[in-house]
């Protein structure tokens, strides 16, 4: 049995990065072959020091991460009204290029996080020309206004682009580009501010009247509706409101710079939730109320204002530190046809929650965040979990460029076994940690890609698989594992047998860490973390 995957073939053609929608869901595709983003997110301000960004590609090229994602500000590019710097850009790029990774670049302008911190201090002062919402009560907050009448970062953003385009059209390190950042209105659920009620009070334009007809309040004959007559679920409402001022803002910006590029855009969002995460001076994330968490940003719920006012937007993207994993990756793939993460947990949860999204839902990518702060021990299984990604990154596409059958899993307490049915074999995953070991708490992951007729590459930790057949009078015995070495190496593993199959009735993927048992019988625990399996088939009854 072969331990290399075939190299799939060049479909597109080879260039900047694109979105391939031939088929479902979206591909980022570069030089012409599917490219998984592995993502790292760098601290916010690690990008404004050569030092703290050298030292921050040192650990993602530690991790096995292949792209980096970093920020490039409002403040560095623009600090005269007159004057761009684009140094910081030309720093990104060279490091990336070093380092030999691709590169996300994540614009910080008119809004970070619910807030307007990333300014220059020349819009920052000037309150007049630059308004700021205002809340209900009407105290002024420090959120720049999107129904203010001017292009606010629009220059700037544009500045970036320009240069991107120009300065790295050769090797094309940067991927793709984030536009803003978590935006939305935080306090309160829509601006009260002047400019904003002048909006509120006008006629809803008619391309958006048709989008949100749907929606109760909307659905009326008034030719002239305002968002102010609609009284029918009015935190909606507001947060509709607040979406096509943001959702208008982001495509000039995206319009606008289409003119210069053809790389991705994407905008991505701070989630609701049913968490109410309480920490001093910090808002995290909390509730279902816009304004507990930003009002306006583009979360699923406002889609049909998104998708009709920012059609020059890629990907509609979920930053994802808490929910329902399976419900938001399903929410936001059907929002854009796409599904990428650009922040993430960094631990063991968050590796296992990366495996759901690529094997699942055909994620373009993952990216945890703040790795540069991040100790060895506390990267282990961020390591571990793309090193295992990358061995098993070309079996994602078959040798004619159509993506690889596949199942992603995130094993818990809640979520301890799960079963995929591929053609007629059943194929049920369930968390283990060997024999002996309690499992209250332990964590298992993994992705299940169908190669070849009867022959699959399992990968991840802590699990057993076992196969049924959708015919009961068929039973299903795994023929032979072959345990596979990192890709690096290019050396084959083990030849998995006896107890590591028990004896051909299972496969089994111990968890990265050696648990303690009082079986009297040693365990092995020693994996790569990826097998290529065979399967073979005989009758229940043997006359």
Known sequence: MSSSFPVPATAIAPGAAVID???APARLVVDGVPYQVRGVELHNSTSSSPTAYADGLATTVQVGANTVLAAVTWEMIQPAEDTFDLSSVQTLIDGAREAGVKLVILWFGAWKNGASSYPPLWVQTDWERFPRCVHEDGTLSDTLTPFGGTDLDLDA???????????????????????????????????????????????????????????PGFDTDTTDLAWGDVTDEPLGRDEAFMASGYATHVQ???????????????????????????????????????????????????????RTLAPSIDIFAPDVYHGVLDDIYRRFSDMSGALFIPEQRVGEDGVAAAFLAYGRYGAIGVSPFGVDSRTDEELAALTDGYRILATIAEAFTTPDGTRTPSHGFSLTDDTPTTTWTHGDTNITVQRSAGLGVDLVGSRGYGIILATEEDTYVFAGRGFTATFTSTDPAIQVRVGSVQELADRDTALVG???????????????????????SNFPIASGHAHTGVSSVRIYRLPVVGR
Do not use: K
């Open 494 to 516: 083990r030849r998995l047998n006896g107890d590591e199959t028990a004896s051909g009735s299972w496969i089994l993927h111990p968890p990265r860490e050696r648990p303690l």
């Open 252 to 306: 000039r910006l995206a319009c606008a710079a289409r003119e210069i590029t053809d790389i991705p855009f994407f905008v991505n969002a701070w989630l609701d939730s049913d968490l109410d995460l309480d920490i001093p001076g910090f808002t995290v994330a909390g509730g279902q109320t816009p304004g507990m968490y930003p009002s306006g940003g583009p979360l699923p719920r406002v889609a049909d204002v998104w």
């Open 157 to 215: 953003f544009l500045a970036v682009v320009r240069f991107v385009e120009e300065y790295d059209a050769t090797d094309r390190t940067v991927l793709m580009i984030q536009i803003e950042n978590e935006i939305g209105l935080l306090g309160s659920s829509r601006d009260h501010s002047t400019s904003a009620d002048t909006v509120f009070t006008s006629a809803i334009p008619d391309p958006l009247r048709a989008a949100l007809a749907h929606r």
């Open 21 to 23: 929608r031939s088929n």
